[in-house]
């Protein structure tokens, strides 16, 4: 078929080599411009737009998917269809009606049930066991589509935001090229009105760990925002990331929740809302992941200091 391939990260670049090594014509690729990363703030191509560069696609970059341009450029290709994969920006109908067959849109979760821009983050912070791969005809509507094929993945009790990325991002490329194999056989189904919830943008204030919530839902928010934005809280002024941690369910104590409840050479647990946490990987500021081992080895702390 001949394809144009809107996308912009990793997620998305797995799904544009998918579909050029099953034989598609990837006439375009269209991903979202060069932003400004790293500590040199150099600006960075994404990773759909390095993955169609290795592939020798034509790229473009547009700010606005409104410009009369662009549009005369689509309507120009005469493509069959848009895929559309983690792009950033919602695609005016304007541009959902050029293709012939319309456009195609991978998400990443068992539609209706999480629709919006962070799926995978609020799937894990939220304890599902459950989630997958949609493929669904684009609508002028969030993700409200009708639904060609669905392809499930079990969320693993050790799962982060990065691990459960990886995995949908495979069961998501081969999800779109088994769609295209058959596409005329494919039945759309309108999306069920029961279940509907909605997975909003992961902001850094979110970053901030609530230390009164259950050690249960802190520790699903520390998988759930690996890598991004992380779980940061401070102690004696300084701030310090937690990356991985175990609960202790059934441990309580009459201490205000933040407060250190047990610090040795290989410890360090703290009394949340409910439950307690064993803090196991952190990351001071300007540094790099570490064991809770090496951190207490070079920071001493005692029980009854708080975390804030």
């Known amino acids: 078929m001949k394809l144009i391939f809107a996308g912009t990260p990793k997620f998305a670049a797995h799904a544009l080599d998918a579909l050029v090594h099953a034989g598609h014509e990837v006439k375009l690729v269209l991903t979202q411009p060069d932003r400004q990363a790293g500590r040199g703030m150099r600006l960075v191509e994404s ?13 473009e970059k547009p700010d606005s998917l409104k410009q009369q341009a662009l549009h005369d450029l689509l309507h120009e290709l005469d493509a069959d269809l ?10 005016p109908l304007s541009v ?3 293709p012939r067959a319309g456009c195609i849109n991978i998400h990443a979760s068992l539609l209706p049930r999480w629709r919006g821009a962070a799926p995978i983050q609020r799937a894990i912070e939220a304890g599902d066991t459950m989630t997958g791969i949609s493929i ?35 069961v998501g490329a081969d999800a779109i090229v088994e769609a295209l194999a058959n596409f005329g056989g494919l039945t759309p189904s309108p999306q069920s009105s029961a279940g509907v919830s909605y997975a909003k943008k992961v902001s850094k204030a979110e970053a ?33 990331k937690i990356w991985k941690a175990s609960v202790i369910a059934n441990e309580q104590r009459n201490v205000e929740p933040g407060t250190v409840v047990a610090a040795s050479v290989n410890e360090l647990r703290i009394q949340c ?13 300007g540094g790099k ?7 207490l080895r070079a920071k001493r702390i005692s029980p009854g200091a708080v975390f804030s």
């Open 289 to 295: 992941r570490i064991p809770i081992e090496q951190y």
């Open 47 to 59: 990773a759909v737009a390095l993955a169609a560069k290795r592939r020798a696609l034509r790229v």
């Open 136 to 170: 669904m005809k684009m609508d002028a509507g969030l993700d409200t589509g009708d639904i060609l094929l669905q392809k499930q993945l079990a969320i693993l009790r050790d799962d982060t935001g990065t691990t459960l990325f990886e995995k949908l991002a495979l």
């Open 82 to 91: 848009m895929i559309v994969v983690a792009y950033g920006m919602l695609l």
């Open 208 to 240: 901030r760990i609530d230390w009164k919530q259950s050690a249960d839902v802190i520790e699903r928010r520390l998988r759930a925002f690996d890598p991004f934005p992380g779980n940061e809280s401070w102690l004696d002024s300084e701030g310090l």
């Open 273 to 285: 809302g409910h439950g307690q946490l064993s803090v196991e990987t952190v990351q001071r500021p």
């Open 96 to 98: 959902l009606n050029i």
